[in-house]
């Protein structure tokens, strides 16, 4: 039937092309688990797409049954390709299923239809966890020392700030800065979205060197805490006002910067130095929108460090990120530190 051949070649096609042109871009990678597999190679599928044309035509053509291992691979593809398309276009993952199930339907002449069913509901749920997509993230610790820190610091009750209109000037570009970046794990590989974002920091960051000349560093006693982490995260998003900003946080008393954003802050320019970070806040994008842990310098001490600086373990900030829809390549993690 040529419009089963077709639908099947279109398939394939579809594969070669996600795969080769957004997902990993001919970087294999190892990391998390599939289907007890403990494998994750976003390219495997695209090696199995001739072995899927090679069952087809040789069911169909030269009338012969593919061997079951031949058809068990040509599955196994399919449906983790099926979960990792899933996973990055999660919008459309219901319109994906419905492929499947039409593909499965149209198969029922060839008998695999139950071998098909069973690794799409086997495979499907872990494989989207293993390309970084976390369960949901287990409830902060209210009572933990971190999160003492991080209400201490936020806490604007009684407090009074000597510059409101600047702080309401930065709180409005704080909520520019981060608008876009509510869908930024689905987006990280979108290149038009990337340049947008890009000027959009520029245009932000130009903003803040004339706040910085004028005003110094945002304090916590200047604009309050939701004034000075507002004008944190512009500088988090500028290299050359980092170093400057860093310079100054440290020459003030402590406790009128974030220890979070501070701790953020340090860590992204020692990482941009080539030198390894403190407090595990940075990744680097790898190909296909892929992030790697950039190496810290201490791991015995990083939760504890994290804690003092009012930042949650580890192991949940990596299950917040993942939630949030960042694939993490958790190979790069510390052991002791992989969800």
């Known amino acids: 039937m040529v419009w089963f051949i077709a639908a099947h070649i279109a398939l394939v096609a579809l594969a070669i092309w996600f795969n080769l042109a957004v997902l990993c871009q001919g970087d294999a990678k190892f990391s998390g688990g599939c289907g ?6 976003p390219l495997w599928e ?17 009338r012969a049954q593919p061997p079951p291992t031949l058809r068990l691979l040509v599955y196994l593809g ?34 695999w239809r139950t071998i098909r069913l069973f690794l799409l509901v086997g495979l499907l749920a872990p494989c989207k966890q293993a390309v970084g997509q976390s369960p949901a993230c287990p409830p902060f610790d ?18 009074h700030w000597s510059n409101d209109s600047l702080r309401r000037v930065l709180i409005s570009l704080g909520e520019r800065d981060q608008a876009p970046r509510a869908e930024f794990g689905a987006h990280v590989t979108d290149t038009l979205y990337v340049r947008q974002l890009r000027s959009l920091d520029s245009t932000l960051a130009a903003e803040m060197v004339l706040i ?5 560093l945002p304090t916590r006693s200047m604009v309050g805490p939701a004034g000075s982490d507002a004008a944190m995260l512009i500088i988090q998003h500028s290299w050359p006002l980092q170093e400057r900003a860093l310079a100054s946080a440290k020459a003030i008393p402590a406790g ?22 403190r407090f595990g806040t940075q990744f680097n994008a790898g190909p296909g929108g892929v992030f ?23 192991r949940q900030y990596v299950c917040l990120l993942e939630e949030a829809g960042m694939r993490v390549d958790r190979a790069s993690l510390p052991g002791a530190f992989r969800p």
Do not use: C
Request: glycine content about 8%; charged content about 20%.
């Open 36 to 41: 007890g597999f403990g494998l994750y190679i």
């Open 46 to 62: 695209v090696f199995l797409a001739p072995l899927a044309l090679a069952a087809i035509l040789l069911e169909r053509w030269g």
């Open 78 to 111: 399919a449906t983790v390709f099926v979960a990792e398309v899933g996973f990055l276009l999660i919008d459309k993952f219901p319109v994906l299923l419905a492929l499947e199930a039409v593909i499965i339907a149209l198969e029922a002449v060839l008998r």
């Open 142 to 159: 209210t009572t933990a020392a971190w999160a003492r820190t991080s209400r201490t610091w936020s806490n604007e009750s009684g407090l």
């Open 212 to 216: 910085l000349d004028r005003f110094g």
């Open 256 to 277: 009128q910067i974030s220890p979070e954003k501070l701790a953020m802050l340090e860590d992204r320019v020692l990482v941009h130095q080539g030198q390894p970070q």
């Open 292 to 314: 790697r842990f950039a190496p810290v310098s201490d791991t015995t001490g990083l939760d504890a460090r994290r804690s003092a600086a009012g930042m949650p373990p580890m």
